[in-house]
């Protein structure tokens, strides 16, 4: 039995194969993985077929004068590919060059290690990955906020009590990109401690379906909402720095009562669940589940604004759409 990480998407799910003589037998989900729990998608059993395929190439080919493939070895194959595109460059620029890494790749730690270098020395910005499919908002905020572009804050959705779902599906995505594999299991384990599952989406997705609340925002009219929000959580004073206030700059005063000039006030946790659990929590003590008033607040707010375009709600991430515990 050989067991491993699926490196198809970042939920990372544990696998369990099963072999014999080199050939593949089985591939289940890992039940003794601590992080998905025997979670297993589709494509993760697909990974044998992969495998197996008889048409995978092996083996470095390259075309003869022929116009056939034919097997050569590495280096032969590495240096050909130097050569050529060092000639590319100097003949056409740097940019003449372009690269496409996806998931497999990004989530392969020998590929990971040597595709960033490589990039770096092509030198060309003509770069293509999914990424840019679905969630370059995320990578975005990330290295405006923590300075890398991979350093994705994700949802602790095991100690939630309030999970805000904006523009995301994470019962189709199996929990990528906020490392939640299983999570049709992890949001019923949320709704079975008491907790809320929101989805707000244009579409009644499949995550929509199995949510407490669902919220059918126009198309475009996301921003509007999230400002909506933001007034509201200033409006009603809900706001509470907590430890990072000292840290703290630029945070407005103005209006009603700043946020440092009232007394802090204690989470207000249930005693069977974890102090610091709450996805976004701005709430005021004895006024349990704040989001979702504001949330409905804003979603009529909103639904009176004009969208300023015709730009369609994210669709970048789960964990996106998720703040932090003041
Ligand atoms: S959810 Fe992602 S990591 Fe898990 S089995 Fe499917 S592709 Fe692999």
């Known amino acids: 039995m050989h067991y491993r990480a699926c490196t198809l998407c970042e939920a990372m799910c544990g696998l369990e194969i099963?072999?014999?003589?080199?050939?593949?037998?089985?591939?289940?989900?890992?039940?003794?993985?601590?992080?998905?729990?025997?979670?297993?998608?589709?494509?993760?059993?697909?990974?044998?077929?992969?495998?197996?395929?008889p048409q995978r190439i092996r083996t470095p080919l390259r075309r003869n004068a022929a116009g056939e493939f034919e097997p050569v070895d590495w280096d032969v194959a590495l240096d050909d590919i130097a050569d050529r595109l060092a000639a590319i460059q100097a003949a056409h620029g740097r940019d003449a060059v372009g690269s496409y890494f996806g998931n497999p790749t990004a989530h392969?730690?020998?590929?990971?290690?040597?595709?960033?270098?490589?990039?770096?020395?092509?030198?060309?910005?003509?770069?293509?990955?999914?990424?840019?499919?679905?969630?370059?908002?995320?990578?975005?905020?990330?290295?405006?906020l923590f300075g890398h572009f991979a350093m994705f804050p994700t949802p602790d959705v095991d100690r939630t009590d309030l999970f805000l779902c904006f523009g995301g599906n994470p019962l189709a995505s199996n929990g990528s990109v906020m490392s939640a594999p299983g999570f049709r299991h992890r949001v019923r384990d949320l709704q079975a401690r008491g907790g809320r599952f929101v989805v707000i989406d244009p579409r009644r997705t499949e995550s929509a379906?199995?949510?407490?609340?669902?919220?059918?925002?126009?198309?475009?009219?996301?921003?509007?909402?999230?400002?909506?929000?933001?007034?509201?959580?200033?409006?009603?004073?809900?706001?509470?720095?907590?430890?990072?206030?000292?840290a703290s700059t630029g945070w407005?005063?103005?209006?009603?009562?700043?946020?440092?000039?009232?007394?802090?006030?204690?989470?207000?946790?249930?005693?069977?669940?974890?102090a610091t659990s709450g996805v976004w929590r701005a709430t005021s003590p004895g006024r349990r589940g704040p989001s979702r008033t504001a949330a409905s607040a804003s979603a009529s707010r909103s639904s009176a604004a004009s969208p300023p375009g015709s730009s369609t709600c994210s669709t970048s991430s789960p964990a996106s759409s998720t703040g932090r515990a003041a």
Not at 114 to 142: E, K, M
Not at 212 to 222: M, N
């Open 252 to 274: 407005r005063t103005s209006g009603r009562s700043s946020p440092a000039s009232r007394p802090r006030t204690p989470p207000t946790a249930p005693a069977s669940r974890p």
């Open 18 to 53: 099963e072999h014999a003589g080199g050939e593949i037998l089985g591939i289940r989900g890992d039940e003794r993985n601590h992080f998905s729990k025997g979670h297993i998608c589709p494509k993760g059993n697909a990974l044998q077929d992969l495998h197996t395929d």
């Open 108 to 144: 392969h730690l020998g590929a990971g290690l040597a595709i960033f270098p490589l990039v770096a020395a092509l030198g060309s910005r003509n770069r293509y990955s999914a990424t840019s499919q679905d969630q370059l908002p995320h990578s975005l905020a990330a290295l405006k």
């Open 209 to 246: 379906k199995v949510a407490d609340e669902y919220l059918a925002i126009r198309p475009g009219t996301d921003a509007w909402l999230l400002l909506a929000m933001l007034h509201v959580v200033y409006a009603e004073g809900l706001v509470d720095l907590g430890s990072p206030a000292p």
